[in-house]
Nanobody, 127 residues
Framework: QVQLVESGGGSVQVGGSLNLSCAAS????????MGWFRQAPGKEREGVAS????????HLADSIKDRSKISTPTARNSLYLEMNNLKPEDTGMYYC????????????????????WGQGTQVTVSS
């Protein structure tokens, strides 16, 4: 059974940085597609970063692409999101997700492309 556990969230000031981590278990050889989503109160969940692990193809939402990086170690049993220059609009619950489709074109920022979800880690950015 696939399990995803996020960590690294917290409260930071505007302009600060955070490194989110996701520990994945239940895979024999890692998930082909992993991503980060976030959900602010009263808003829909949105994809912010994805990584097709077989080819290291990444997608970052316009809102974070100039100040963030998504990565995974060689073992593909974890996922990281480094976010810098944080803004109040980055506030929300951040979820790690994993998908099983072995096609880079189906590993982007849509929730329907993912099969498993973590419980989330809260990020709060304040001025």
């Amino acid at each position: 059974q696939v399990q995803l556990v996020e960590s690294g969230g917290g409260s930071v000031q505007v302009g600060g940085s955070l490194n989110l981590s996701c520990a994945a278990s239940g895979y024999t050889d890692g998930s082909p597609c992993m991503g980060w989503f976030r959900q602010a109160p009263g808003k829909e969940r949105e994809g912010v970063a994805s990584l097709y692990t077989y080819l290291s193809v990444t997608h970052l939402a316009d809102s974070i692409k100039d100040r963030s990086k998504i990565s995974t170690p060689t073992a593909r049993n974890s996922l990281y999101l480094e976010m810098n220059n944080l803004k109040p609009e980055d506030t929300g619950m951040y979820y790690c997700a994993a998908g099983e489709r072995e096609l880079a074109a189906l590993c982007k920022l849509a929730t329907r492309e993912y099969d498993y979800w973590g419980q989330g880690t809260q990020v709060t950015v304040s001025s």
